[in-house]
């Protein structure tokens, strides 16, 4: 579609203005809105934005640096994530890539980082298809007071706990091309989670990204507040994105990873599965970015707490999911609310791709696999030494990455001093939330 015809067509829908967006490497969401006037200019020449845009804190300020220039970038759109949006009268928003004024790509940008790791698939045959499963709790934005008082899962009377919100969320994410499969109360006071169907390539991470920005917008439209940090409460359970994944054969659209009736998985998906058991020390850097992400891996609170896989089994890293012996998916359970979900999907193809190349066999189900990083300043050490997920993702990025997450921690150490600390981890303070519970 040209940028023309998709005026054409904005007009008719009553859009008078459009939303240039991005994630940053937080996963934040950051725009430009223009009016409709420029949207075919500004599709052929692009946006322009801040050349310090991905290297910022979670508040907005640059990282510390060496003083220097910070050149432009353009934001170049992607038509194919053009959607008009249901809760904001009048809006569209568009997404699309990062490059540099004299059009060379950003290496940095998570989105070009992920079509990377997708071409490396293509190249095997295959297509990545992901299903991205979020809990996030729902708040009262003054307060923090969750919607409802007890970790009842699935009550019917908890799912309707706000019936309006609820409704305006559940009518908005299909006609921005997101198709719930299930919404239900999660397995905390004021949590919830919600399914949707998978998608191939990019897309997946664009669906995830445009799903997570909905939930905060409508959210704040009815004085509730929707953080998708991973461990907003120390007492109520964590909040996860597990990443659900297939591999399909890119000349015949069978699922590559299903087994036979002797197991649910191929070799092909042992070795996928090995990949990321291998590497999830590194991988968790990616996964779990916060200095916050790491209090939710705890025994017995269904989140991993080594490089483990198995069966069902939901204390795994990867979760191998095998409904009837021919659709078996897996899913990673390693990942928390906060991954920027462009990151998440691209790290944890990345791991599964290494097991691929190195044709690795994964341990028995169940036998204990590495552990993982307690804290993210020894996970982002482990990424730092991964020379396979180093050239997969590129250094580029993973510069660049380790820039901003380091300065996370820097953050915390000077915001409390016993950081690191089992007490620590026993714990959720103020400045957690006020850092990553509002715009990530």
């Not at 725009?31 to 200019?41: A, D, I, Q, W, Y």
């Not at 568009?94 to 190249?123: C, F, K, N, Q």
Request: proline content about 7%; some cysteine.
């Amino acid at each position: 579609m040209r940028a023309e015809t998709a005026v054409r067509l904005l007009q008719a829908a009553g859009v008078r203005r459009v939303r240039f967006e991005i994630a940053d490497t937080h996963g934040i969401a950051r725009s430009k809105t223009v009016p409709l006037e420029r949207f075919t200019h500004d599709v052929e020449h692009g946006v322009t934005l801040y050349g310090g845009i991905l290297l910022q804190d979670p508040r907005g300020d640059d990282v510390p640096l060496p003083p220097g220039p910070r050149p432009d970038f353009l934001l170049r759109a992607d038509l194919d994530t053009l959607v008009v949006l249901p809760h904001a009268p009048g809006e569209a928003r568009i997404g699309g890539d990062l490059s540099t004024t004299d059009g060379r790509p950003v290496e940095a940008d998570a989105r070009r980082v992920l079509r990377r790791v997708l071409a490396r698939y293509e190249h095997l045959g295959l297509v990545a298809r992901t299903g991205v499963e979020y809990e996030f709790y729902l708040l009262d934005a003054a307060t923090w007071a969750p919607v409802f008082p007890d970790p009842q899962v699935y009550a019917t009377l908890r799912n309707a706990a706000r019936p309006d919100w609820r409704d305006d969320l559940l009518d908005a994410l299909p006609r921005l091309g997101i198709d719930v499969s299930a919404f239900a109360a999660e397995n905390a006071p004021g949590q919830y989670e919600i399914t949707f169907a998978p998608a191939d390539g990019v897309a997946a991470a664009d669906q995830a990204f445009v799903f997570r920005t909905t939930v905060k917008e409508i959210s704040l439209r009815h004085a509730l507040h929707a953080p998708f940090m991973s461990k907003p409460f120390a007492d109520a359970a964590g909040s996860g994105c597990h990443l659900h994944h297939s591999l399909l054969d890119a000349r015949t659209g069978s699922n590559r990873l299903a087994g036979s009736p002797d197991g649910p998985l191929s070799t092909l998906g042992r070795a996928f599965v090995a990949g990321i058991v291998e590497h999830a020390p590194a991988l968790c850097a990616l996964l779990a970015p916060t200095p916050n992400d790491f209090k939710r891996f705890r025994a017995g609170a269904f989140a991993p707490v080594a490089g483990t896989w198995g069966v069902d089994d939901r204390a795994a890293a990867a979760r191998v999911v095998d409904r009837d012996g021919s659709g078996a998916r897996v899913e990673n359970r390693l990942a928390g609310a906060a991954a920027n979900p462009y990151i998440a999907v691209a790290a944890s193809l990345a791991g599964g791709l290494l097991g691929l190349q190195a044709e690795r066999e994964p341990p028995p189900p169940g036998a204990s696999g590495p552990s993982l990083p307690t804290t993210l300043d020894v996970a982002l050490d482990a990424l730092e030494e991964d020379a396979g997920l180093r050239d997969i993702l590129g250094d580029e990025f993973v510069r660049t990455y380790l820039l901003v997450k380091r300065n996370d921690v820097a953050r915390a150490r000077a915001a409390c001093a016993d950081y690191a600390t089992d007490e620590w981890r026993r714990r959720v303070d103020d400045w957690e939330r006020r850092e990553y519970g509002e715009l990530i």
